[in-house]
């Protein structure tokens, strides 16, 4: 087994690796950057709804585990910025009451270790780096602050129609804050209608590989490492300190030995990674004498919904550009939160008839194609509570394993009854629904949680192990919560702090 030697390991490249990795790249550490997956190539089925949607060409092949230890594909992607380059590019703050305790109508929301105005200068520094448009005043729900670092992407004539109607109802749609390189100038986005889940072939969404990678591996003391897996952190004899990690890479075995190192896989990945990490210091994985790592697994519960007129086409190209947070904090006729309503990206035909193959198999693609073309997509998100029994393990083949259960179904239930409302009351006429339920695994979160409290977290609040000094987890395995709002600006914010914490104590 060879070995290499670094200042600065960091094992993932996405909101979170890809993050820090920009903003310590300007230091004097040598720093790698290893990420399991390879680039995504920049080719003509980027845009193609049959080859991201049918055929999974940049999906991950590896099979988990449910509950019942049935396998299941997750909706994950190994490649350089991770799940960023499938994202919709949504980037919220959290709201300021979500770093409180918050009662919902099935439990308790606990409070964050930090609160907002801790985060709120990282918050303003994502959003200068990963270009995000919004505009204030208009979101009820929206702490008060400065203006965004660029103004809000247009709505599209029905879109502007839309949010017409929204406000005769007496609500309140704000544009959705996005992050987009240059829309609808030359050279910049093109706001096409294969934003959502799909990478952008001209590089112009705000993911981590394209703000944050890509020029960090510009600078000489930044390495990066392409189908670079990491098997396992190694400690020192004490347990209190890893020495190495042991990467699998082009099929040789590599281990690299480094002062510091930051974990940044996801939160799934992360709690597998540390879990496999065992060892006699560590029984029960690296850094868990908590019995932590692993647990309180969350994962919104999203439903998406189609707001249909059969004799009206939907002539807009680019529709995500408007959310309804009237009921984030409390809904219709109660004071328990409900959770967000926002606008989606266009449903490809194919990628309605891979939903309603499961349902009534045989239609053709035309006829999925027509319906579409009449639709209006919406994405209705609540908060997951956490709950100890849902988490993350490693079986004894190192496979993952996923027990979730959604919490706070009551409040989700209702949310989506009432966007249903919203929509007839427009004038659509059928509205569908559909769920990933207890299999999802898009804005994953919580194993590896954040506190004050070593007896009760797992992290520190700069992210750092209360067990293993020199080890950070930098991801939304952080979050004591998941709010009800994408995560991703989040990430990218803690990450921004937690670098700036290393800079000033660590590597100084």
Known sequence: MSTEHFDIVIIGSGAGGGTIAHALANSDARILILER????PREAQNWEPEAVWKYLRYRTTE???????????????YCVGGNTKFWGSVLYRLRREDFKATEHVDGLSPA????????EPYYEQAERLYHVHGEYGHDPTEPSRGPYPFGPVPHAEGMAAI?????????HPSPLPLGLIRPGEAGGCVLCNTCNSFPCRIEAKSDADVVCVQPAARR?????????????????RSGCRIQAVEVDRRGQTTRVEASLFIVSCGAVNSAALLLRSSNAAHPDGLANSTGLVGKRYMAHLATMMQGFRPFQCNNDVF????????????????????GQIQSQGRTHGVMAQIVGDTIVPGIPLWAYEAWVARGVDWLAMSEDLPREENRVSV????RIRVHYQPNNVKAHARLVEETRRILRRLGFWVVMKHSHQSRNTTHQCGTVVFGTDPNASVLDTYCRAHDVGNLFVVDASFFPSSAAVNPGLTIAAQALRVAEHIKDTLLK
């Open 37 to 40: 997956g390879d680039e995504v």
């Open 63 to 77: 099979r988990w585990l449910d509950a019942d230890g049935q396998e299941f594909l997750p909706y994950t992607h």
């Open 220 to 236: 000489s003391n930044v390495t990066l490492w392409t189908n670079a897996l990491a098997r396992r952190l190694v400690t020192d």
């Open 395 to 398: 079986d004894g083949d190192s």
């Open 319 to 338: 529709q995500k550009t408007v959310a309804i947070n009237d009921f984030y904090l409390r809904g219709p006729d109660t004071s328990y939160p409900l």
């Open 163 to 171: 949010v017409a109607g929204l406000r005769e109802q007496g609500l």
């Open 112 to 119: 964050w270790p930090i609160d907002y105005e801790t985060l």
